[in-house]
């Protein structure tokens, strides 16, 4: 009788026990996302921007991220699809 009584508790202690450790974590990146300086999208693409300006060569993803952020450069910059 007692070793289906603490199986039975053991049972039961086990989703409490994970809810309040998740509980847990999510309070502590919450509060290690507040201490971090809160950045928005304007202040990423500039940060972005001044990478690309930094660096002689720029491929791949980002690249073309921030080459479709600027907008169109000229009549053909939509109709471009070269991928380098």
């Given at each position: 009788m007692q070793i289906e009584s603490m199986m039975f508790v053991g049972w039961?202690?086990?989703?409490v026990t994970a809810y309040?450790?998740?509980r847990m974590?999510?309070?502590?990146s919450n509060r290690l996302t507040a201490e971090h300086p809160h950045m928005d999208a304007t202040t990423r693409l500039a940060q972005m921007r001044e990478r690309?300006?930094?660096s002689a060569v720029t491929?791949?993803?980002m690249a073309e991220a921030i080459r479709?952020?600027?907008?169109p450069?000229?009549?053909g910059a939509l109709t471009t699809t070269h991928r380098g």
């Open positions: 039961v202690a086990l989703p309040v450790m998740g974590l999510i309070r502590r690309t300006l930094d491929r791949g993803r479709l952020a600027d907008g450069q000229g009549p």
